[in-house]
């Protein structure tokens, strides 16, 4: 059961490292700054380099949401399994959508809905589900918006002038080192959260000591996971975030990465955590709005919107029902691994069908036929359907043209 | 159960430090494509901006490894 649970972790780590390329790595991509592939490299080995960077124990996988130990609740590694399935299922569904949710939620959503099968409601503490969790994620994105957009309106104020277009193409050399911060900022949190769950795991197995450190091999494994997974490079993310919400400029681009790492670092270092996806989301909406409102695609960024509010939800849905089979018994297990990997592989078939890949991450977005259903009826279409409204800004249109 | 402080607190800090280097690369920016073209008239003028211009962008430089300072807990 522990080398199931540590398995799944390793494969939530991945698809945590693919859904969050597009954070960093879509604008720059986007706007030609860096080549698609250059910039899934450089990502992932930031990655790497900052899942080894910090020694610190991500306490946010517990951080007082599941009550644990002391008079609370024992938390099962059977329940940690269902959880990520949850996740893993979530994260699988948005990434086929291509829509940026936040891995973090989806992990949450995963432990709180198998921990309410397994342990009841009184498990879960309301209170810092709220604060730690609902309100941020409903703020972050307009405080991104609100920064990005003051932003983009210094970049494009200041550089006005004759020879505004050459100077703002200048904004991709800034470009490269923002996402890079980005994507170390990344590399030190999220690898945190798998291990994390493996080294509660272990614990709760009675494999390691309570109260101790990840072990080195786990970190190792985790840094790897996350990096290999942004390396393969969630492709449909990117294009949603980098052309589907806007099409992105360079000065845009800078304006909007630099309002989502001071965002990040801000909010890791002042204590109120917000979602790398929904700052670097929130951002890139705010940069829209600056340098023109009609150039925002709503429809998008609505789809993004509904996606992160049943986040949450859905995970644990799918995490509870993974819970309630488990509790049957090893049988019961053995359904919900054959079940997992039944839809996973469902879901890269799917996604074959109209695959996005490094070629066509920064083209235009198709329309889709075939709109997947496998999971979720509740979110509507694919991004694809979306029609990209005019944008009058001859700025962006000709950087487009220069990529192609 | 909010804890409003803090997330003003954030808001403001992100708000200044995003503005800070935008507002310095975008100067930086302006006057390294104003130098490339002053060059040609006028070359004292041109240096002076370019020199400016390299000093902002070392100014953003110290930034990003501050950023780089706050990301790696080793160094504090």
Known sequence: MVALVVVLALFFDFTNGF????????????????????????????????????????????????????????????MIFAGLIGAI???????????????????????IGAVIVGAGVGAIDPGVLLSKIVFPAVLAPFMAAGIAFVATKIAYRVTSGHHAHAARQRFRVGQVFTSSLVSLAHGTND????????????????????????EFWVIAVCAFAIALGTYVGGWRIIRTVGTGITDVSPAQGFAAEASTTATILASTHLGFALSTTQVASGSIIGAGLGRNRRSVRWRVAGRI???????????????????????????????????????????????????????????????????????????????????????????????????? | ??????????????????????????????????????????????????????????VCGVLVLFGVYLIVPAFH
């Open chain 1, 191 to 214: 690898a945190q959260k798998t291990m994390g769950v493996i080294t509660l795991t272990l614990i709760a197995g009675g494999f390691q000591a309570a109260g101790t450190g990840p």
């Open chain 1, 305 to 404: 919107g509904v996606a992160w509010l049943v986040t949450l939800p859905c995970a644990a849905i799918m995490a509870a029902v993974a819970e309630l089979l488990a509790r049957l018994g090893p049988w019961g297990i053995a359904a919900d691994a054959l079940a997992g990997a039944t839809v996973i592989v469902l879901m890269f078939r799917r996604a074959r069908r109209n695959p996005v890949n490094h070629t066509n991450v920064t083209g235009e977005v198709p329309v889709v036929k075939h709109a997947p259903s496998v999971v979720m009826p509740k979110v509507p279409p694919s991004i694809a359907s979306a029609k990209p409204p005019k944008v009058p800004a001859a700025d962006s249109r000709r950087a487009h043209r220069e990529q192609a």
């Open chain 2, 1 to 58: 159960m909010i804890e409003w402080e803090s997330f003003v607190l954030v808001a403001v800090v992100s708000l200044v430090a995003a503005s800070v280097i935008v507002t310095i690369a975008s100067i930086g920016i302006r006057l390294l494509e104003n130098a490339t073209h002053a060059q040609k008239q006028d070359p004292r003028q041109g240096k002076v901006r370019l020199a400016v211009a390299r000093t902002l962008f070392g």
């Open chain 1, 89 to 111: 299922m979530w994260n699988l569904a948005t990434w086929l959508l291509g829509l940026p949710s936040s891995s973090s939620h989806a992990l949450f959503g995963g432990l």
């Open chain 1, 19 to 78: 859904h969050d390329t597009a954070n960093a790595m879509a604008t720059p991509i986007a706007t030609g700054a860096l080549k698609p592939r250059v910039a899934v490299s450089i990502a992932a080995l930031l990655n790497l380099v900052g899942a080894f960077l910090s020694t610190e124990v991500a306490r946010t996988i517990s951080g007082g949401l599941i009550r644990e130990g002391g008079g609370g609740i024992q938390i099962t590694p059977t």
